[in-house]
């Protein structure tokens, strides 16, 4: 039988193991992890997360096991977010300010037990105040200025605690500005700022106000300072303002549903570009594996190769052990 194609067979390449390997544009490496754990009060304490299978709220001591973990498998940076008990979050989130709490706990203890390591924080008022929001409320107005003082102030204490990166996440205007400002005025011109640029007014943080106690107190939502979904030119002037203000890398919040988005940015600006696969997108490929209706391995990996495609230079992931275990093992 005479070939009926000339030339072109793309399936030449796919053939084996070997060639596919070959041909392969993009590849996960540990390097592309960032592992956001939360930390509770306490001592000896792991409370499992219900909404997000295989995630625990640790106190101190057990999260700098955690942070010894990480490092034995070559995770680059931990992301802290705290629990705050909930007799301790008032009007004001003023809990944010006090250079004893347990964020800053957690980030003295991590850095004296694994020096290794990079400490990235979590800027924004939510873990701390009873209303839930990243901001202080006056009625039912989040206040922009305001606001960014006190993220300078805490930027400062976590800066003051041993945080390498601060990471805004509170979408207030003109913060990086503010809080670049603010660190190099308080001596830590080397602590780097990672925007959260493109965060979205997202139903995909459910779980995650779940694991820092917000979900039954959050009075309303958060469409008046977090991104519309509807929108990507947006992201773009998001990105000139916090790289005009001195973000050193941006971020794209949540991942898999906004990957056009990391390709935009990452290509318009050709600066280190990162996407959150955030709490509700961990819980899907949990739940949808429990139920046997996906392979939870291929999902996992698929999904994170995906941010990779789209131009992402990392990935803020609860799966960053299990992934960085089965990168080791060579998978
Ligand atoms: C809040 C913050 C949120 C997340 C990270 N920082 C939630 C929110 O904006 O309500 C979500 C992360 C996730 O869902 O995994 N400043």
Same mark, same amino acid.
């Given at each position: 039988m005479e070939p009926i194609l000339a030339g072109r067979r793309m399936r030449r390449n796919r053939r084996t193991d070997w060639s596919r390997r070959l041909v392969r544009e993009t590849h996960l490496t540990v390097d592309d992890l960032i592992w956001p754990i939360f930390v509770v009060d306490g001592e000896g304490r792991r409370d499992a997360v219900a909404s997000m299978p295989g995630v625990?709220?640790? $106190? @101190?001591?057990? !999260? @700098?096991?955690?942070?010894?973990? !990480?490092?034995?498998?070559?995770?680059? @940076?931990? !992301?802290?977010?705290?629990? &705050?008990?909930?007799?301790? +979050? %008032?009007?004001?989130?003023?809990?944010?300010? *006090?250079?004893? *709490?347990?964020?800053?706990? /957690?980030? +003295?203890?991590i850095k004296a037990a694994v020096p290794s390591i990079g400490l990235m924080t979590d800027v924004a008022l939510d873990p701390y105040t009873s209303h839930g929001h990243d901001g202080l409320l006056a009625g039912d107005t989040i206040l922009n200025d305001e606001t960014v003082a006190q993220l300078v102030h805490q930027? =400062? @204490?976590?800066?003051? /605690?041993?945080?390498?990166?601060?990471?805004?996440?509170? #979408?207030m205007d003109g913060r990086i500005g503010a809080i670049r400002a603010g660190l190099d005025r308080a001596g830590h011109m080397d602590v780097q700022? #990672?925007?959260? &640029?493109?965060?979205?007014?997202?139903?995909?943080?459910?779980?995650?106000?779940?694991?820092?106690? &917000? *979900?039954?107190?959050?009075?309303?939502?958060? +469409?008046?300072?977090? #991104?519309?979904?509807? *929108?990507? %030119?947006?992201? =773009? +002037?998001?990105?000139?303002?916090?790289? !005009?203000?001195?973000?050193?890398?941006? #971020?794209?919040?949540?991942?898999?549903?906004?990957? %056009?988005?990391?390709?935009?940015?990452?290509?318009?600006?050709?600066?280190? &570009?990162?996407?959150?696969?955030? $709490?509700?997108e961990y819980a899907m490929i949990h739940a949808a594996a429990m139920n046997g209706w996906l392979d939870f391995d291929r999902a996992m990996m698929e999904s994170l190769a995906a941010f990779k495609r789209a131009g992402a230079d990392g990935i803020l992931t609860y799966f960053a052990p299990v992934v960085a275990e089965r990168l080791k093992a060579g998978a």
């Open positions: 625990f709220r640790h $106190s @101190v001591d057990l !999260a @700098v096991a955690e942070a010894e973990k !990480a490092a034995r498998l070559g995770i680059p @940076v931990l !992301a802290l977010f705290p629990y &705050t008990d909930p007799d301790l +979050r %008032d009007e004001n989130g003023s809990e944010a300010l *006090n250079p004893e *709490n347990l964020v800053c706990r /957690a980030l +003295r203890a930027s =400062i @204490v976590q800066a003051e /605690a041993g945080a390498d990166i601060i990471g805004p996440s509170d #979408m700022i #990672m925007a959260y &640029t493109a965060k979205y007014a997202s139903a995909f943080y459910g779980p995650f106000r779940d694991a820092v106690g &917000t *979900n039954k107190t959050l009075r309303g939502d958060k +469409r008046t300072y977090q #991104m519309d979904p509807g *929108n990507s %030119d947006e992201a =773009i +002037r998001e990105a000139e303002l916090d790289l !005009a203000e001195g973000a050193d890398m941006i #971020m794209v919040k949540p991942g898999m549903p906004y990957l %056009d988005i990391v390709r935009r940015l990452s290509e318009t600006f050709a600066v280190p &570009t990162f996407a959150y696969q955030v $709490s509700g």
